[in-house]
């Protein structure tokens, strides 16, 4: 019993530094609305002025940002796929 609550008396160190934990969830989770709705409105702009070229351009680009930005990890998975392809094994 006494040791018990000697061991609760004993103070504890604060963290170490700042806690991270979930940073990149919740900036996703925040930006997303932002990144669909610009892009919208951009790739609606281009259609009403009548520009199919730029329109198309505007929205493979904004495929290729948002499908890096909704899947982190696809250059990694992509980078170990394209090694595996040639041979490269990883160390």
């Known amino acids: 019993m ?14 170490a530094g700042v806690n991270t934990e979930g940073l990149a969830d ?4 925040f930006f997303a609305p932002l990144f ?7 790739a609606l ?3 009403f002025t009548r520009e199919i070229t730029r329109f198309v351009q505007f929205i493979i680009l904004a495929i ?20 595996g392809a040639l041979g490269i094994s990883g160390g």
């Open 64 to 83: 290729a940002i948002g499908v890096i930005f909704y899947v982190p990890n696809i250059i990694e998975v992509t980078a170990k796929a394209i090694a």
């Open 26 to 29: 919740f900036l996703r989770s």
């Open 45 to 47: 702009f281009f259609l």
């Open 2 to 15: 006494v040791l018990s609550v000697l061991e609760l008396a004993q103070p504890t160190a604060p963290p």
């Open 36 to 42: 669909l709705v610009i892009v919208s409105v951009v």
